[in-house]
Antibody, heavy 120, light 109 residues
Framework: QVTLRESGPALVKPTQTLTLTCTFSGFSLSTSGMCVSWIRQPPGKALEWLALIDWDDDKYYSTSLKTRLTISKDTSKNQVVLTMTNMDPVDTATYYC????????????WGQGTMVTVSS | AIRMTQSPSSLSASTGDRVTITCRASQGISSYLAWYQQKPGKAPKLLIYAASTLQSGVPSRFSGSGSGTDFTLTISCLQSEDFATYYCQQYYSYPPALTFGGGTKVEIK
């Protein structure tokens, strides 16, 4: 069974750096074709794709957020980490990680999401 | 970036109704389109990929059609558990610059 679970702080202050971890099971990110992405959703708003890392350690970012994002993986721990610098209240959102099995393809499995509030 | 525009943004319908949601891409995306269902407080769930292929376990009352720039999600006979928000997403652009539509909320009339 494939599962993903996000973890990280529920509250961060403006200008701080957010670090989120996606811990997954049921697949390996070293398998050819596998990818894990981060997507976020502000309260009451639409989904926004943030970043993707693939089995070959290639990394891709949203153009609008590229300068603030870093995605990395630890294959031995089955984890993908997203850092976002210079957090602002507009970054308040639920952050999801999700899998793509063989791109280009849809996100077939999603984590439950973790809510992050940016406030002083 | 490819923009995805959904319509309507919301609709009211009754159980048993046939519901159609439209998604338009700002440029051609072939059939690289997915549909997701999201219920309040839950993660999105993949319903359809490749514009018309039903994900395993999804009821057959859901169907998708279209290619190029215009796509449709149809629920043939709305059930109580189908009241939710639906999103389209393109995955044509690779290296990925993935984009979602703005969502369509299906509410009870």
């Amino acid at each position: 069974q494939v599962t993903l679970r996000e973890s990280g702080p529920a509250l961060v202050k403006p200008t701080q750096t957010l670090t989120l971890t996606c811990t997954f099971s049921g697949f390996s990110l070293s398998t050819s074709g596998m990818c894990v992405s981060w997507i976020r959703q502000p309260p009451g708003k639409a989904l926004e794709w943030l970043a993707l890392i693939d089995w070959d350690d290639d990394k891709y970012y949203s153009t609008s957020l590229k300068t603030r994002l870093t995605i990395s993986k630890d294959t031995s721990k089955n984890q993908v980490v997203l850092t976002m610098t210079n957090m602002d209240p507009v970054d308040t959102a639920t952050y999801y990680c999700a899998r793509i099995e063989s791109p280009p393809d849809a996100f077939d499995i999603w984590g439950q999401g973790t809510m992050v509030t940016v406030s002083s | 970036a490819i923009r995805m525009t959904q319509s309507p943004s919301s609709l009211s319908a009754s159980t048993g109704d046939r519901v159609t949601i439209t998604c338009r891409a700002s440029q051609g995306i072939s059939s690289y389109l997915a549909w997701y269902q999201q219920k309040p407080g839950k993660a999105p769930k993949l319903l359809i990929y490749a514009a018309s292929t039903l994900q395993s376990g999804v009821p057959s009352r859901f169907s998708g059609s279209g290619s190029g720039t215009d796509f449709t999600l149809t629920i043939s006979c709305l059930q109580s558990e189908d009241f939710a928000t639906y999103y389209c997403q393109q995955y044509y652009s690779y290296p990925p610059a993935l984009t979602f539509g703005g969502g369509t909320k299906v509410e009870i009339k």
